[in-house]
């Protein structure tokens, strides 16, 4: 009888099953398999916050109760838009100009966003060539440039703030001689603007320079073997060999910190005044909420904004990104047709020696 059990085909069970059936599925829909968890996480964390505040923006503000009041449809985005918001501790856009620029909640932020990715992909380049060369002393250099970018936003804060600090800044007298600073720079809009701009290129050069440094250490040493042998400077083995190998790169390290830049908050905090002196679209939404009255439906409104102007910014780099990528496709195949050109060339003039002999 035992050894009748024994012979009885067993029961496949739950985890079989799932072998066999994944076993079964094309390689796509394995692939989808494979990114249902993150997917899911990203619905959970992401998108459905994001659901959540695009719903809030389409209710009114109250300024009692914690909650919002009634249907008002887009009037929340049409009170930012055209500045009829009287409860907005700043204006998120101005069309008449009767508002300064840089006291606009949106083109303060714009104008921050490209200045500091500007700054930043510069500096961070100049790094990145400063941490690939060869010299003595390299590895004391990628120190300093890396230890901005691991000093805490809060301790950077307080290193701006107490060089502008009127009466005993370092920099405050010396800049207020020379008529580039008034005698309050972090009260004033214009200088806030600057320190904050500096000191987040200053923090955050480091980041993209490392990123840059990657996409340099992937370049092909062949390269630069033959712009030498066939005489080109150092302008022109940039021009024609690095700038373009390294650009697909400098996209996505430019499409990381824009996306950081479009959403800065920290170092307005703790650097300056505060959002009362520098306004950004992220400073709004927290005023919106936390200030003196709780208006979560202009606060949504101006979070559905922000996500709005990001998402332009993200579509523009990866249409940038990908024509690069076609782009750097069609040189590298270009490369690869006359490199084996030359060979053949070389093969033929080999034999035509051979034969003559």
């Known amino acids: 009888m035992a050894v009748d059990q024994a012979n009885q085909p067993r029961s496949d069970g739950i985890l079989t099953r799932i072998g066999t059936w994944t076993e079964n599925l094309s390689e796509q829909m394995y692939a989808y398999l494979l990114l249902a968890p993150a997917f899911v996480v990203l619905v959970l964390f992401a998108f459905w916050p994001l659901a959540s505040a695009i719903r809030m923006s389409f209710f009114a503000d109250t300024i009692t109760s914690a909650e919002v009041g009634e249907f008002v449809g887009v009037a929340n985005y049409i009170q930012l838009l055209t500045n009829n918001n009287a409860l907005a501790p700043a204006a998120f856009v101005d069309f008449s100009f009767q508002t300064p620029l840089l006291e606009q909640a949106l083109f303060m932020t714009l104008l921050f966003a490209v200045l500091s990715v500007l700054g930043e992909t ?14 003595e002393g390299r590895r004391l250099v990628r120190v300093l440039i890396i230890l901005p970018w691991a000093i805490p936003i809060v301790i950077q804060g307080m290193i701006f703030f107490l060089l502008f600090r009127p009466g005993y800044g370092l920099l405050t007298e010396p800049l207020q001689q020379i008529g580039l600073f008034s005698g309050l720079p972090l009260n004033t809009t214009f200088d806030g603007f600057v320190i904050v701009t500096v000191a987040d290129i200053w923090k955050t050069s480091a980041f993209m320079a490392l990123l840059i440094l990657a996409g340099l250490e992937s ?16 302008w022109q083995r940039f021009r024609y060999i690095t700038f373009p ?36 679209m992220t400073c709004l939404v ?27 910014f993200i579509m523009t780099y990866l249409v940038l990104i990908r024509q690069s990528s076609q782009t750097l496709g069609l040189a590298w195949r270009e490369y690869r047709r006359s490199r084996s050109r030359r060979r053949r060339n070389l093969r033929r003039r080999e034999w035509r020696r051979w034969s003559r002999r």
Not at 122 to 135: C, D, I, S, T, V
Not at 292 to 302: C, D
């Open 122 to 135: 510069l500096l961070g380049f100049l790094y990145a060539m400063l941490m690939k060369a060869e010299y």
């Open 286 to 312: 927290t005023q919106f909420m936390f200030g003196s009255a709780s208006l979560y439906g202009s606060a949504a409104a101006v979070s559905v904004l922000i996500a709005i102007v990001v998402g332009l």
């Open 219 to 234: 370049v092909n040493q062949d390269l630069y073997e033959v712009a030498d042998v066939m005489g080109a400077s150092r």
């Open 245 to 280: 190998l390294v650009f697909p790169v400098l996209m996505v390290a430019m499409l990381f910190r824009t996306m950081g830049a479009l959403r800065v908050y920290g170092i307005i905090e703790s650097t300056t005044v505060g959002c009362s002196t520098v306004p950004s």
